[in-house]
């Protein structure tokens, strides 16, 4: 969050200053990666580019608060998702080297109990292991800090909708990562 | 209710079902709501979300440094791409010149990002992936080929210009033309200095033999050469005074001829006082 400076920031910006330029970059550019990450992963750095670039020549054009401006940013990236896959339908590329495509861990590696330290790249990629949409609503949701009504919006659907999709990918999360493990921290509560 | 259709139900009766004892994985509204707006820590949890709550916190965590990696020659593309594209308001419908202008403005700034790239790719060996990504991305919507290197762009840039003028090397693409002129000293002048850039920075420097001179305030300017320390502080005044005026095409109400700003003022700023300091690591 940028707070109570984002208008002059924003104006800044859309003036080209690079100073308040990276402002907003380094507020978003991390949140926008992690988005990608978890619907396109093997272009998620070529899309935040292209995202970008969008924003910057519609920068000028914007206006609204610093939610508005997330939710703006947040509505760019799905589109340039859903352009590179038209792109992709039309000339296939071939497939990516090995380590451009995220490592994925395996069953044990999310399984393991002890997930004190879960790395957000782990994290981000259990995350993509849910159907699309519950994925990307939730990772709209806590990942692009957006309420329930912004995310709607974005993803076309209505709001009930996009809470039953995220309620229905926690749930499938937390039955991905064991139903069954031992006596949580709280007191040796076992279901 | 198994397969999750029911899922209404379950979240307003998380009641037993039969043969079972409780719904384990029931979970309410509210906690639900908690848990995706990153109020709800791990350990509050209902123990069967724990480790959900604890993905949910690790995908949220604070950028690491590889989130935010080549800053610099990223926000320095991105910035001049949005100097290229200033407020409607401010710009009458673009003309044929005007986009060529525009695109113009786009070639020299993305010249820029890459002979600063190039300077680390000397280093390094290899030029900064995303500053390389978003430059080719801008040079491509600027209807310039991708360059192989940063050693052909500015001849790519030519190329695309042909019918123009060049960009407006006393204004805002002063400071990119000199940098990447600069850039190519000692290196393979011939070629460059030809192109439509390097001659409509010769044209305002009075002679090809005076681009040094003419560059020596800008990397002066620039101190130790790094655009992104070279601006003024954001400021809060209107944005019409906000140096759009640097801006072919852009000024409020001109013609669509580059404007002709002071030479001193290659930088894009306008003339007003900064009246509000912005620390970009608040």
Redesign the interface.
Known sequence: M??T?F???L?????????????L??DL??AL??YLRVVAPAVC??LA??T??E???????FQGSEAGFRSWVFTVAPQRVIDWRRREARHPTTPLPPEEVPERPGPSDAADPV??A???R???A??AELPPDQAEV??L???A?L?VAQVATIVGKRAGAV??L???G??R???R???D?PA???GG?T? | MRD?DG??DE?RYPRPQPGFR?D??A?D?GT?ER????GLDP?DAP??????A???E????P??SD??AD?AA???T???????????A?RRRPTVLTKLLTAKMAAAAAIAALSVGGVAAAATGTLP??AQ??AH??LG?AGVPAPDDHGDAAADASKAGRSATGPDATG?AKDGLCRAWQAGQGGEQGGKNDSTAFKALAAAAGGSDKVADYCKDVSANSGKGD??NS?A????VP?QA???GA?PGAGSGQSHAPTSVDPGDGH??GQAPPS?R?D?R?
């Open positions: 940028i707070g400076s208008e002059a920031v104006a800044a910006a859309a003036g080209g200053d690079e100073h308040a330029f990276a402002i970059w380094r550019q991390p990666l992690r750095e070529d580019s292209e970008w670039l924003v910057a020549r519609g920068l000028a054009r997930l004190e879960i790395s957000t782990a994290a981000l259990l995350i939730v990772t949701r806590v990942v800090g309420d809470r039953v995220s309620h229905r926690l749930r999360l937390a039955e990562l064991g139903a493990f949580s921290r709280r509560v279901k | 999750g899922l209404h979240m409780f384990p994985l979970l509204e639900a848990m995706l707006a990153g350990a123990p069967a979300y724990m480790r959900t604890m993905v949910l690790a995908i949220a965590a950028p690491s989130e935010l800053e990223t926000v320095a991105l910035a001049a791409a949005a100097r290229s594209f200033p407020h409607p401010a992936d995303s990504r978003v991305q801008v919507a805002a655009a992104a601006g502080p954001p400021s809060t944005e906000q140096g759009r801006d894009g700023q509000t912005i970009p608040d």
